[in-house]
């Protein structure tokens, strides 16, 4: 097999073989769009995490309040002004006033503000709203 010509043959065919094989690839999302799509899978989760209102529930009238709301202080402080504003009871221990927040909305209800600050809160606070007993309750982890 020391044939010039079919080392030359050979070697002239390979790449246009090779050739024949390759397919362009598939097309992919811009950067952009990419973005957008982590953008909208990052809101989803957190409104999964911190909503006062579950899948299938009616929140009370005190909650949909419409409210514009130009704000910032502590978690403490901002759920104390919400809970006088609806008539429930805060609850928090006394492991500090939490983070400073600082929220600025003009179209939200009593309950968005709340999932705000939930959120704002961090994994170290949890926020749970306990309607039948008007009761706002703040706990501490860590």
Request: proline share 10%; with cysteine.
């Amino acid at each position: 097999m020391n044939n010039p010509s079919f080392s030359r043959g050979f070697m002239f065919l390979l790449p246009v073989a090779l050739a024949a094989c390759h397919h362009p690839p598939p097309p992919q999302p811009t950067l952009g769009q990419q973005m957008a799509i982590l953008d909208g899978q990052a809101n989803a989760l957190a409104q999964t995490r911190y909503p006062v209102r579950r899948p299938g529930s009616v929140l009370p009238a005190e909650l949909e309040k419409p409210v514009s709301w130009h704000w910032s202080g502590t978690l403490r402080d901002g759920l104390s002004q919400i809970a006088g504003q609806i008539g429930y009871l805060l609850i928090m221990d006394d492991t500090g006033s939490g983070p400073v927040v600082a929220i600025h909305e003009t179209n939200a209800t009593q309950a968005s503000l709340i999932d705000e600050l939930a959120l704002a809160a961090g994994p170290r606070y949890s926020v749970d709203i306990d309607v039948p007993t008007h009761e706002i309750r703040v706990s501490h982890h860590g």
